[in-house]
């Protein structure tokens, strides 16, 4: 098969994989790409969305770099007290006593269970300008670290009282055409953003050891490795013949899961999938599992 008819087969694929995210209610933006070829297909590749706990991964790629480096102890004790730490709904965040956790396993907690108490503790060794500023060295324009996650957190906080559902038909219907938004921290001029074509050049240097300390990279996969579940990308392509590492963003309207996805013939397709759904509801099973079966389809599209 020539290239030219190659490429046009993954526009059609790309196509259909929108289509249905609209079907669904999704917008957004969604890359897949082959490691090894560098063949890849996707739409609104280089459009900015807020990374809700996306974040994790790029901010765990510096803090890791920043111990392989020595510049941070990844044994350093750090205390979290209940009274301080970032709301959540799982980890050191809904721990009801102070704890102390070190540097390097904050990170773990951060990846693997999408820890917020676990991030911003991080986000108080590394600043989010660091962070951005190791990003651009790193060559990722449209990536950002701008806040902590507990801001996201004061943010709605200081809304008048509403219940969840509201909060959700607020995000859906409080959006612009440009990024913007009621909530500076969804607003992609305020917000920790970034693309799916970033994003993807991203876990491309990582699984490609092309970023970072020697080490570092390594280090990052294995931790993307521990993800506890993975509701959208695992849907379709978890299984025991693949390897999927991968991170998980959700905050209202937003459903997002990046990863590497490794078949059973070592092919590595490096995935994001920054959704925004104009649905306001918490659960949305068919959502998830569109963004699976789209994912599915680019894998198998890019590794015929």
Request: no cysteine; glycine share 10%; charged share 20%.
């Amino acid at each position: 098969m020539s290239s030219d008819v190659a490429g046009g087969a993954l526009q059609v694929v790309a196509a259909d994989v929108e289509q249905e995210w609209r079907r669904a209610g999704l917008s957004g933006g969604f890359l897949a790409r082959h490691l090894q070829t560098s063949e890849q297909l996707g739409f609104g590749v280089d459009r900015v969305l807020p990374l809700a706990s996306v974040v994790k991964v790029p901010l765990a790629l510096v803090v890791l770099d920043e111990i392989a480096s020595g510049r941070l102890d990844g044994a350093q004790q750090v205390r979290l007290d209940p009274a301080e730490r970032t709301p959540g709904p799982t980890g050191l965040s809904v721990f009801a006593h102070p704890s102390s956790v070190a540097v390097e396993d904050l990170v773990t907690m951060s990846l693997a269970v999408s820890d917020n108490a676990a991030t911003d503790a991080l986000l108080a060794l590394v600043p989010p300008d660091v962070v951005t500023t190791r990003l651009r060295r790193w060559g990722w324009h449209d990536l950002t670290v701008r806040h902590p996650l507990h801001e996201l957190y004061t943010a709605l906080g200081r809304l008048p009282e509403r219940t969840r559902s509201d909060l959700r038909e607020l995000a859906v219907s409080a959006s612009t055409q440009g990024g913007g938004h009621v909530l500076p921290q969804l607003d992609v001029a305020h917000a920790n953003a970034g693309s799916a074509g970033a994003l993807v050049e991203l876990l491309a240097a990582v699984w490609g050891d092309r970023v970072g300390a020697p080490g570092v990279a390594a280090r990052l996969r294995g931790a993307m490795g521990h993800q506890l579940v993975s509701p959208r990308l695992g849907v379709e392509l978890a299984s025991d013949l693949t390897t999927l590492r991968s991170k998980t963003g959700s905050f209202l309207n937003l459903r997002h899961e990046i990863g590497v996805v490794t078949t059973a013939e070592g092919d590595q397709v490096a995935i994001a999938a920054l959704a925004v759904s104009s649905v306001p509801a918490e659960q949305q099973p068919e959502a998830d599992a569109t963004i699976g079966a789209g994912a599915r389809m680019a894998v198998e599209a890019l590794t015929a």
